[in-house]
Protein backbone atom coordinates (compact mmCIF):
# COMPACT_ATOMS: atom_id res chain seq x y z
CA UNK A 1 0.00 0.00 0.00
CA UNK A 2 1.60 3.03 -0.92
CA UNK A 3 1.96 5.55 2.33
CA UNK A 4 1.79 9.58 2.73
CA UNK A 5 3.72 10.76 -0.65
CA UNK A 6 5.23 13.97 0.05
CA UNK A 7 7.42 16.41 -2.83
CA UNK A 8 9.26 17.49 -3.37
CA UNK A 9 11.75 15.60 -1.22
CA UNK A 10 14.69 18.36 -0.98
CA UNK A 11 14.50 21.70 -1.64
CA UNK A 12 16.70 24.36 -1.47
CA UNK A 13 15.30 28.19 -2.89
CA UNK A 14 16.69 32.15 -2.28
CA UNK A 15 14.71 34.06 0.92
CA UNK A 16 11.63 35.97 -0.89
CA UNK A 17 10.62 33.05 -2.91
CA UNK A 18 7.65 31.01 -3.01
CA UNK A 19 7.85 27.72 -2.01
CA UNK A 20 4.76 24.80 -2.32
CA UNK A 21 5.20 22.05 -0.26
CA UNK A 22 3.00 18.44 -1.93
CA UNK A 23 1.26 15.16 -0.40
CA UNK A 24 -0.92 13.42 -0.86
CA UNK A 25 -2.57 10.73 1.80
CA UNK A 26 -3.28 7.98 2.24
CA UNK A 27 -6.27 6.96 0.42
CA UNK A 28 -9.44 6.42 2.62
CA UNK A 29 -7.99 8.49 5.08
CA UNK A 30 -9.32 11.84 6.25
CA UNK A 31 -7.68 13.61 8.28
CA UNK A 32 -4.55 15.30 7.21
CA UNK A 33 -1.56 17.05 8.96
CA UNK A 34 0.93 19.61 8.00
CA UNK A 35 3.78 19.56 10.78
CA UNK A 36 7.36 21.26 11.35
CA UNK A 37 10.12 19.71 12.61
CA UNK A 38 13.47 21.98 13.50
CA UNK A 39 16.55 21.52 16.15
CA UNK A 40 14.82 24.21 18.06
CA UNK A 41 11.61 24.00 18.39
CA UNK A 42 11.16 19.83 17.72
CA UNK A 43 7.88 19.01 15.76
CA UNK A 44 4.83 21.71 15.59
CA UNK A 45 1.68 21.15 14.28
CA UNK A 46 0.86 23.78 11.37
CA UNK A 47 -2.53 23.19 10.48
CA UNK A 48 -4.46 20.03 9.93
CA UNK A 49 -7.77 19.28 8.04
CA UNK A 50 -10.88 16.47 8.41
CA UNK A 51 -12.73 16.28 4.82
CA UNK A 52 -10.94 18.63 3.15
CA UNK A 53 -11.76 21.43 5.96
CA UNK A 54 -9.31 22.84 7.98
CA UNK A 55 -10.09 22.42 11.14
CA UNK A 56 -6.98 23.57 12.88
CA UNK A 57 -4.37 26.42 11.58
CA UNK A 58 -3.39 28.02 14.86
CA UNK A 59 0.00 26.69 14.37
CA UNK A 60 0.57 28.26 10.95
CA UNK A 61 3.32 30.33 12.19
CA UNK A 62 2.17 33.85 9.92
CA UNK A 63 0.57 34.62 7.15
CA UNK A 64 3.31 34.22 4.92
CA UNK A 65 2.06 30.23 5.11
CA UNK A 66 -0.81 28.85 3.64
CA UNK A 67 -2.77 25.40 3.59
CA UNK A 68 -5.09 24.11 1.39
CA UNK A 69 -6.46 20.86 0.60
CA UNK A 70 -8.90 21.03 -2.67
CA UNK A 71 -9.83 17.28 -2.58
CA UNK A 72 -9.60 14.29 -0.66
CA UNK A 73 -6.20 13.52 -2.61
CA UNK A 74 -3.92 16.11 -2.29
CA UNK A 75 -2.75 19.49 -0.06
CA UNK A 76 -0.46 21.98 -0.13
CA UNK A 77 1.55 23.86 1.90
CA UNK A 78 2.69 27.47 0.62
CA UNK A 79 5.26 29.61 1.68
CA UNK A 80 4.95 33.05 0.22
CA UNK A 81 7.76 34.99 0.66
CA UNK A 82 9.96 32.24 2.14
CA UNK A 83 12.56 33.40 4.78
CA UNK A 84 15.94 31.60 6.09
CA UNK A 85 14.04 30.73 9.59
CA UNK A 86 11.29 28.90 7.45
CA UNK A 87 14.20 26.18 6.67
CA UNK A 88 12.93 23.13 8.36
CA UNK A 89 11.21 19.63 7.65
CA UNK A 90 7.65 19.82 6.83
CA UNK A 91 6.02 16.61 7.36
CA UNK A 92 2.15 15.54 6.05
CA UNK A 93 0.62 12.48 7.55
CA UNK A 94 -2.84 11.29 7.29
CA UNK A 95 -5.39 9.83 9.34
CA UNK A 96 -8.74 8.25 10.06
CA UNK A 97 -10.35 8.33 13.18
CA UNK A 98 -12.51 4.96 14.09
CA UNK A 99 -14.48 4.18 17.71
CA UNK A 100 -14.18 0.50 15.72
CA UNK A 101 -11.63 -1.00 18.22
CA UNK A 102 -11.10 -3.89 15.43
CA UNK A 103 -9.39 -1.88 12.61
CA UNK A 104 -5.95 -1.90 13.75
CA UNK A 105 -4.66 0.87 11.75
CA UNK A 106 -7.38 3.57 12.43
CA UNK A 107 -6.35 6.76 14.66
CA UNK A 108 -2.49 5.98 13.86
CA UNK A 109 -0.99 9.22 12.00
CA UNK A 110 1.54 7.89 9.26
CA UNK A 111 4.04 10.51 7.97
CA UNK A 112 5.17 11.05 4.85
CA UNK A 113 9.09 10.91 4.64
CA UNK A 114 9.18 14.67 4.73
CA UNK A 115 10.10 17.91 2.72
CA UNK A 116 14.02 19.04 3.52
CA UNK A 117 13.46 22.96 2.83
CA UNK A 118 16.23 25.18 3.07
CA UNK A 119 16.05 29.09 2.48
CA UNK A 120 19.30 30.68 1.88
CA UNK B 1 -4.02 19.47 29.99
CA UNK B 2 -2.32 17.06 28.10
CA UNK B 3 1.68 15.97 28.29
CA UNK B 4 3.79 13.31 27.41
CA UNK B 5 7.35 13.18 29.40
CA UNK B 6 10.73 11.34 27.85
CA UNK B 7 12.79 11.95 30.20
CA UNK B 8 15.50 10.78 28.74
CA UNK B 9 17.36 12.61 26.51
CA UNK B 10 20.08 10.66 25.02
CA UNK B 11 20.96 6.89 26.17
CA UNK B 12 23.70 5.51 24.65
CA UNK B 13 24.41 1.72 24.63
CA UNK B 14 26.62 -0.89 23.56
CA UNK B 15 25.37 -3.20 20.73
CA UNK B 16 23.60 -6.83 22.17
CA UNK B 17 22.64 -4.91 25.40
CA UNK B 18 18.76 -4.48 26.22
CA UNK B 19 17.43 -0.72 26.64
CA UNK B 20 14.30 0.92 27.63
CA UNK B 21 12.67 4.14 26.89
CA UNK B 22 10.60 5.32 29.62
CA UNK B 23 7.66 7.87 28.63
CA UNK B 24 5.17 9.03 31.14
CA UNK B 25 2.04 10.91 29.64
CA UNK B 26 -1.13 12.85 31.44
CA UNK B 27 -4.52 13.38 30.14
CA UNK B 28 -7.32 13.75 31.35
CA UNK B 29 -9.16 11.81 28.83
CA UNK B 30 -10.67 8.03 29.68
CA UNK B 31 -9.95 7.05 25.73
CA UNK B 32 -6.93 8.20 24.09
CA UNK B 33 -4.47 6.50 21.76
CA UNK B 34 -0.35 5.95 22.41
CA UNK B 35 1.94 6.07 20.29
CA UNK B 36 6.16 5.38 19.27
CA UNK B 37 7.77 6.88 16.43
CA UNK B 38 11.44 6.04 15.29
CA UNK B 39 13.42 8.85 13.25
CA UNK B 40 16.36 7.26 12.21
CA UNK B 41 19.37 9.55 11.35
CA UNK B 42 17.85 9.38 7.54
CA UNK B 43 15.75 11.79 8.98
CA UNK B 44 11.49 9.84 8.07
CA UNK B 45 9.04 9.65 10.93
CA UNK B 46 8.31 5.70 11.27
CA UNK B 47 5.66 4.41 12.65
CA UNK B 48 5.73 1.62 15.35
CA UNK B 49 3.24 1.01 17.65
CA UNK B 50 -0.65 2.34 18.64
CA UNK B 51 -1.58 0.99 21.57
CA UNK B 52 -5.61 2.43 22.86
CA UNK B 53 -6.48 2.97 26.42
CA UNK B 54 -8.49 0.23 26.97
CA UNK B 55 -6.20 -2.19 25.75
CA UNK B 56 -3.11 -2.73 28.51
CA UNK B 57 -1.88 -5.68 27.23
CA UNK B 58 1.71 -5.53 26.77
CA UNK B 59 3.12 -6.34 23.06
CA UNK B 60 6.36 -7.92 21.46
CA UNK B 61 7.01 -7.18 17.80
CA UNK B 62 10.59 -9.03 17.34
CA UNK B 63 13.33 -7.26 19.53
CA UNK B 64 10.41 -4.53 20.52
CA UNK B 65 8.22 -4.72 23.19
CA UNK B 66 6.23 -2.48 24.74
CA UNK B 67 5.00 -2.47 28.41
CA UNK B 68 1.76 -0.09 28.79
CA UNK B 69 0.76 0.66 32.82
CA UNK B 70 -2.10 2.57 33.51
CA UNK B 71 -1.86 2.52 37.20
CA UNK B 72 1.41 4.64 36.40
CA UNK B 73 0.44 6.07 33.45
CA UNK B 74 3.64 4.95 31.75
CA UNK B 75 3.89 3.37 27.90
CA UNK B 76 7.64 2.04 28.32
CA UNK B 77 9.40 0.98 24.86
CA UNK B 78 12.17 -1.93 25.46
CA UNK B 79 14.31 -2.98 22.37
CA UNK B 80 16.13 -6.47 23.69
CA UNK B 81 19.52 -7.26 22.01
CA UNK B 82 20.13 -4.02 20.77
CA UNK B 83 21.57 -3.36 17.21
CA UNK B 84 23.11 0.03 15.68
CA UNK B 85 20.19 -0.08 13.34
CA UNK B 86 18.86 0.95 16.04
CA UNK B 87 20.01 4.06 16.37
CA UNK B 88 17.48 6.55 16.23
CA UNK B 89 15.49 9.27 18.46
CA UNK B 90 12.21 7.86 19.43
CA UNK B 91 9.51 9.67 20.22
CA UNK B 92 6.45 8.59 22.20
CA UNK B 93 3.06 10.43 21.62
CA UNK B 94 -0.36 11.14 22.87
CA UNK B 95 -3.77 11.68 21.16
CA UNK B 96 -7.08 11.97 22.59
CA UNK B 97 -9.63 10.17 20.74
CA UNK B 98 -11.47 11.89 17.96
CA UNK B 99 -14.80 13.95 18.16
CA UNK B 100 -16.54 16.72 17.51
CA UNK B 101 -15.44 18.49 19.78
CA UNK B 102 -11.68 17.00 20.32
CA UNK B 103 -8.46 18.56 19.09
CA UNK B 104 -7.21 15.94 17.24
CA UNK B 105 -3.68 15.80 17.20
CA UNK B 106 -0.56 14.18 18.94
CA UNK B 107 1.41 15.60 21.85
CA UNK B 108 4.62 14.51 21.69
CA UNK B 109 7.08 13.68 23.75
CA UNK B 110 10.50 15.71 23.25
CA UNK B 111 12.00 12.48 21.82
CA UNK B 112 15.18 10.16 23.12
CA UNK B 113 18.04 9.79 20.81
CA UNK B 114 19.26 6.22 21.13
CA UNK B 115 22.90 5.26 20.29
CA UNK B 116 23.78 1.76 19.69
CA UNK B 117 27.58 1.29 19.97
CA UNK B 118 29.22 -1.33 17.83
Known amino acids: DAGVIQSPRHEVTEMGQEVTLRCKPI?????LFWYRQTMMRGLELLIYFNNNVPIDDSGMPEDRFSAKMPNASFSTLKIQPSEPRDSAVYFCASSFPTRDRNKASGNTIYFGEGSWLTVV | AQKVTQAQTEISVVEKEDVTLDCVYE???????LFWYKQPPSGELVFLIRRNSFDEQNEISGRYSWNFQKSTSSFNFTITASQVVDSAVYFCALSEAPTMHSNYQLIWGAGTKLIIKP
Open chain 1, 27 to 31: SGHDY
Open chain 2, 27 to 33: TRDTTYY
